[in-house]
């Protein structure tokens, strides 16, 4: 079984930085999609941004783009977010997911482990 341990977020006021991490074990797959996903109140769930261990292929959501990095360190399993130029309309739990076997970006059919999920607030 994967586990995986989520840290950061927080609050902070917009324009500000915030930084997710997400540490996961279990797994002896190379080929790992691990992907940040986020659930504001009274929305759906939506993908943020994902990275594919195997090559460090990244996808970004339209939303975030230019403004969020995904990073892996392979060596301790960390995926971290971060997060820049941060808006009222991040505010949003956060989740860390990871799919092994391959890159599937955002879909979530694959996404098989879920973190604890992390509150980001930003205060206009």
């Known amino acids: 079984e994967v586990l995986l341990v989520q840290s950061g977020g927080g609050s902070v006021q917009a324009g500000g930085s915030l930084r997710l991490s997400c540490v996961y074990s279990g797994t002896t797959s190379t080929s790992n999609s691990v992907g940040w996903f986020r659930q504001a109140p009274g929305k759906q769930r939506e993908g943020v941004a994902a990275?594919?261990?195997?090559?460090?292929?990244?996808k970004y959501a339209d939303s975030v783009t230019g403004r969020f990095t995904i990073s892996q360190d392979t060596a301790t399993n960390t995926v971290s977010l971060q997060m820049n130029s941060l808006n009222v309309s991040d505010t949003a739990i956060y989740y860390c997911?990871?799919?092994?076997?391959?890159?599937?970006?955002?879909?979530?059919?694959?996404?098989?482990?879920w973190g604890q999920g992390t509150q980001v607030t930003v205060s206009s």
């Open positions: 990275i594919w261990t195997r090559s460090g292929a990244t």
């Open positions: 997911a990871v799919a092994t076997g391959g890159w599937y970006t955002f879909d979530t059919r694959f996404y098989t482990y």
